[in-house]
């Protein structure tokens, strides 16, 4: 157990639709990180942020946004979905440059 | 091209062999990770190193960094040890945004036969 934790575990929507994801970071980390798993892409990097303000942006869409709130969770929204985003979501936190996966979520576009 | 290759893609071993698997990165880095994802999905960090040598158990990762190459050696493996493995770098310059964030290999799926 990495003291990361990710709800829901799975997500079935339909295209069009609009999500959140929620990630809570383990005790004392400041940095959250969001990625995303697909079968042709492999891990990607999505976005950062630390200590609630966004620190790297990485292949997000502009359909996805994200947050970090004063308690340092965080909520990955994505909007308007299509087929393709159909992925396993992992969320990481860290204090220094060590990152702690969550179980992440497997959101299902149908 | 990919700025993080492993190989091999898939690796089938036998009980008790002595695995390898290789990285090779084409960008500066400041760190590698090697990370292990089982079959349920969950991600598990094995190692982060800059430099040389690290153990832990029957894990073993090593990195040169003047080649760009790192590899990550299991002893006596199990069936348990059944997962992908994940090499990440940790890249200096900014590529596609992700300055001083990570970049993943495709992995390699490892299935140990008892």
């Known amino acids: 157990d990495s003291g990361v934790t990710q709800t829901p575990k799975h997500l079935i929507t339909a295209t069009g639709q609009r999500v959140t994801l929620r990630c809570s970071p383990r005790?004392?980390?400041?940095?959250v990180y969001w990625y995303q798993q697909s079968l042709d892409q492999g891990l990607q990097f999505l976005i950062q942020?630390?200590?609630?303000?966004?620190?790297a942006k990485g292949n997000i869409l502009e359909r996805f946004s994200a947050q970090q709130f004063p308690d340092l969770h965080s909520e990955l929204n994505l909007s308007s979905l299509e087929l393709g985003d159909s992925a396993l979501y992992f969320c990481?936190?860290?204090?220094?440059?060590?990152?702690?996966f969550g179980p992440g979520t497997r959101l299902t576009v149908l | 091209k990919n700025e993080v290759e492993q190989s091999p893609q898939n690796l089938t071993a036998q009980e008790g062999e002595f695995i390898t698997i290789n990285c090779s990165y084409s960008?500066?880095?400041?760190?590698l990770h090697w990370l292990q994802q089982h079959p349920g999905g969950g991600i598990v960090s094995l190692f982060m190193?800059?430099?040389g040598k690290k153990k832990h158990g029957r894990l073993i990762a090593t990195i040169n960094i003047q080649e760009k190459h790192s590899s990550l050696h299991i002893t006596a493996s199990h069936p348990r040890d059944s997962a992908v493995y994940i090499c990440?770098?940790?890249?200096?310059?900014?590529?596609?945004?992700?300055?001083?964030?990570?970049?993943f290999g495709k992995g390699t799926k490892l299935s140990v036969k008892p």
């Open positions: 942020y630390y200590n609630g303000e966004e620190r």
């Open positions: 960008v500066g880095i400041s760190a």
């Open positions: 990481a936190s860290s204090l220094g440059n060590e990152q702690f």
């Open positions: 190193l800059s430099s």
């Open positions: 990440a770098v940790r890249s200096w310059v900014n590529y596609g945004g992700s300055q001083g964030n990570l970049i």
């Open positions: 005790s004392g980390d400041l940095s």
